[in-house]
């Protein structure tokens, strides 16, 4: 407390109460922390080698003040890194991690007075001018994570480690952003007025969740004697001389990568204000570096004048972390340290002209795949889904997805959900859920209610913003939790209208989905069409679809069982990790997905052109009832693009197209002529034969029953009944035949 012209000034400390006087040892302490960091901010510069080896030097932090008063921007960003490595900041980046809730008001004074000092001075004074008056600034702290082990780096810290030996410390955390409430404004500084004697006070509030307490006496009329004594709380608070300053809170949760398993994550509330505010939204990875603080209030803390007795009793306090600078990860990137060497690696792999092979054999290289088997195809496709195509933004303002979204649809037990958790491992950023467990709330976003209001929380493609999402059991979703995903798979955007919440969040992010066919496995009786329990709508958003089969060989059964044996009693070493490791690999697409963006080149795009109106010609006199349109087409370059990324390639070329039109046949198309595609030879030869029995049995416009017809093909003709019912199947796909009631079909004119 202090008095200056008549006004007295009282600093609140973290709790609202009055600041003590300090003692001899601390204001020794709190001056030299004073000088050195104001010594700090003038002298601190980049050394740079100049002419005749002398070291020319860049005041960082003097210059970068100077620019931000000048345009009125009062806050300046200091970094712990820059205060260990100098002789005078050492003490000042101790006083700061030690006890940040005092120390940090502390140097943001000297700011104030550095401020002053640099700032040029009107020349109205007749002594020489007087300094522009600064009304607060705002030290923001930094620090460098990705550094090695040097002395004096702090390491960031997973949210479940910040224990009570943590409280009252400088900690840096890194998550994900799940909720944004609205900013408010928390008033900085209170001026009081006293209605009888009009004695005037001013309150300094410190930051975070802590209130002013009025107080309910006035010693301004005691000097006039004892009957001029003003009553009890004469107080009352003059909003039009106050300062205000902008306060919001943020949950950050921990990363999915980061929360063990059967463990529900854990998230902490973060208190931002000034030029901190609305730096970040739902799906937002961030680094926040700021004070642990244990508190008895909650966020709802406001202007009070005491609650009753027990204040300050509560044994079990709020935990909080009191920001001081932050950190947004741009696009969604993660935090994967890449050094300079495995830059110059990479550059040289991405030489190697087998390393779109060498990557395959990467992707789960325990799941074992023959030369002409579907799942040596699924490798490829997984492999162009982790490292995605192109993003483009038009002209007009729309934006094109790069990212590849891909559907297994197969019998149980053909390791669909093995390749979702390698994807989930390798990728940089991915949230792995199950389609029974999940809700429409749950994959975009919820509307929560609290004691303030409706706050927006993020759901799992939000928070997998920049990565992938594995939906295992696609198939069990409810129907209409899967419309709520359509404007997230194609748009990637979520738009909310409710409650008076109308926004929209980014989903950027690729989709990889494993389902069962409609009975539980694949029936090779029935159209593959009639197996996919999916609305045509969500099956054209997905750029690649294979139907992976249970397929009874016996070579191919032994092997594979020879194969899983070797997995098992561990004989089988070399299979565990391809010719990239996980982290290795990992690493890789995250530097190609962030340096390389490729285009398709003139000559790619005129046999881009042929092959897409042959598809579509093809689908026409087939008559398959899966829908080839213009976003078949835009996954096909996606394809491409992801080959050519795979190679640090920055133009597409025939080659790349060629394999992408490949790969899209074997997978999509496919999958809709899969009745036709598994026949060999001679069994095509009498599949044929049982189509012209059939027109020969049925007339134009007549109509028979199924049984009928599959009786008399057998006992006339000679035909295996399973052929006979293919050959039905095949020709009502066709849209020769079309079924009635009673288990008829009626032949079309």
């Known amino acids: 407390m202090f008095q200056d012209d008549g006004v007295v000034r009282v600093v609140e400390g973290p709790e609202g109460a009055g600041s003590m006087p300090a003692a001899d040892g601390n204001k020794f302490?709190?001056?030299?922390?004073?000088?050195?960091?104001?010594?700090?901010i003038k002298e601190f510069a980049y050394s740079t080698p100049g002419a005749g080896g002398i070291n020319i030097g860049t005041l960082k932090y003097r210059d970068q003040l100077q620019q931000n008063c000048s345009r009125g921007d009062y806050w300046l960003k200091v970094n712990i890194n820059d205060l260990n490595t100098h002789e005078d900041g050492e003490i000042v980046a101790h006083a700061l991690q030690s006890n940040p809730s005092e120390f940090v008001p502390l140097c943001e004074s000297v700011l104030v007075e550095l401020c002053k000092e640099l700032l040029p001075r009107d020349a109205e004074d007749e002594e020489g001018g007087r300094s522009k008056e600064v009304p607060f600034m705002q030290m923001q702290l930094a620090c460098d994570?990705?550094?090695?082990?040097?002395?004096?780096?702090?390491?960031?810290?997973?949210?479940r480690q910040l224990t009570s030996g943590e409280v009252e410390k400088l900690v840096v955390v890194q998550g994900i952003c799940i909720s944004v409430k609205k900013a408010r404004h928390k008033a900085r500084k209170v001026v009081l007025k006293c209605s009888s004697c009009?004695?005037?006070?001013?309150?300094?509030?410190?930051?975070?969740?802590?209130?002013?307490?009025?107080?309910?006496?006035?010693?301004?009329?005691?000097?006039?004697?004892?009957?001029?004594?003003?009553?009890?709380?004469?107080?009352v608070v003059v909003d039009d001389l106050c300062d205000f300053v902008d306060d919001q809170t943020l949950k950050l949760q921990e990363l999915p990568e980061h929360v063990p398993v059967g463990e529900m994550p854990r998230s902490f509330d973060l208190h931002v204000h000034h030029y901190?505010?609305?730096?970040?939204?739902?799906?937002?990875?961030?680094?926040?570096?700021?004070?642990?603080?244990?508190?008895?209030?909650?966020?709802?803390?406001?202007?009070?004048?005491?609650?009753g007795k027990n204040q300050g009793t509560d044994t079990v306090k709020y935990s909080y972390i009191k920001v001081m600078g932050l950190e947004v990860a741009q696009g969604g990137k993660a935090a994967l340290d890449i050094t300079q060497e495995e830059e110059e690696s990479f550059g040289q792999i991405a030489k190697d002209p087998d390393i779109r092979q060498k990557i395959y054999s990467s992707i789960a290289p325990s799941i074992r795949a023959s030369e002409k088997d579907v799942i040596q195809d699924v490798k490829a496709a997984l492999a162009c889904l982790l490292f995605g195509g192109s993003r483009k933004y038009l002209p007009d303002g729309t934006r094109m997805r790069g990212d590849i979204n891909m559907l297994l649809l197969g019998d149980p037990g053909t390791a669909k959900?093995?390749?979702?958790?390698?994807?989930?491992?390798?990728?940089?950023?991915?949230?792995?859920t199950s389609g029974k467990g999940s809700s429409a709330a749950g994959l975009t976003a919820a509307i929560v209610r609290d004691k303030e209001g409706f706050a927006l929380e993020g759901g799992a493609m939000v928070l997998a913003d920049g990565g992938i999402v594995c939906i295992d059991e696609f198939d069990k979703m409810n129907v209409n939790d899967r419309v709520a995903i359509h404007e997230a798979m194609e748009q990637q955007t979520i738009s909310i209208a409710k409650?008076?919440?109308?926004?929209?969040?980014?989903?950027?992010?690729?989709?990889?989905?494993?389902?069962?066919?409609?009975?539980?496995?694949?029936?090779?009786?029935?159209?593959?069409?009639?197996?996919?329990?999916?609305?045509?709508?969500i099956l054209s958003r997905f750029d690649m679809m294979f139907l992976v089969k249970d397929v009874r060989d016996p070579d191919r059964d032994y092997m594979l069982c020879k194969h899983m044996v070797g997995l098992h009693s561990g004989e089988i070493i070399e299979t565990k990790e391809g010719p990239m490791n996980v982290l290795e690999l990992r690493k890789y697409l995250s530097y190609c997905r962030d340096r390389c963006d490729p285009r398709i080149s003139p000559e790619a795009a005129e046999v881009l052109k042929n092959a897409y109106v042959s598809i579509r010609?093809?689908?026409?006199?087939?008559g398959d009832s899966i829908p080839i349109t213009v976003r078949q087409l835009e996954a096909i370059i996606r394809?491409?693009?992801?080959?050519?990324?795979?190679?640090?390639?920055?133009?597409?070329?025939?080659?790349?197209?060629?394999?992408?039109?490949?790969?899209?046949?074997?997978?999509?198309?496919?999958?809709?002529?899969?009745?036709?595609?598994?026949?060999?030879?001679?069994?095509?030869?009498?599949?044929?034969?049982a189509q012209e029995q059939l027109r020969k049995l049925v007339a134009r416009g007549g109509r028979k029953s199924i049984h009928q017809l599959v009786g008399l093909l057998v006992q006339t003709a000679g035909i295996d009944e399973r052929t006979a019912k293919k050959a039905i199947n095949l020709m009502k796909l066709k849209g020769e035949f079309i079924e009635r009631g009673n288990h008829t079909v009626e032949r079309q004119g």
């Open 29 to 40: 302490e709190n001056d030299q922390v004073r000088s050195k960091f104001k010594k700090f």
């Open 417 to 432: 959900s093995q390749f979702l958790k390698f994807a989930e491992k390798v990728a940089p950023i991915a949230v792995y």
């Open 198 to 235: 009009e004695n005037i006070r001013e309150l300094i509030i410190a930051d975070g969740f802590c209130a002013a307490h009025v107080p309910q006496a006035c010693d301004g009329g005691s000097r006039g004697g004892a009957s001029d004594k003003c009553p009890p709380n004469p107080f």
């Open 499 to 537: 409650a008076g919440i109308t926004t929209m969040l980014n989903t950027r992010c690729s989709v990889l989905a494993a389902a069962n066919p409609k009975f539980g496995t694949y029936d090779d009786l029935a159209n593959t069409a009639d197996q996919m329990d999916f609305e045509s709508t």
């Open 276 to 307: 901190l505010v609305d730096k970040c939204w739902p799906g937002t990875r961030l680094t926040a570096i700021g004070a642990f603080v244990a508190s008895e209030r909650s966020a709802g803390a406001n202007l009070s004048t005491g609650r």
């Open 145 to 159: 994570v990705d550094l090695e082990d040097d002395f004096g780096t702090m390491k960031p810290k997973l949210i």
């Open 617 to 622: 010609q093809h689908m026409k006199n087939e």
């Open 639 to 689: 394809i491409s693009e992801s080959l050519a990324k795979m190679e640090l390639r920055d133009e597409v070329d025939i080659g790349h197209v060629e394999e992408s039109v490949r790969l899209f046949m074997r997978s999509t198309m496919d999958s809709t002529n899969k009745n036709r595609e598994d026949l060999a030879p001679e069994e095509r030869e009498e599949m044929e034969r």
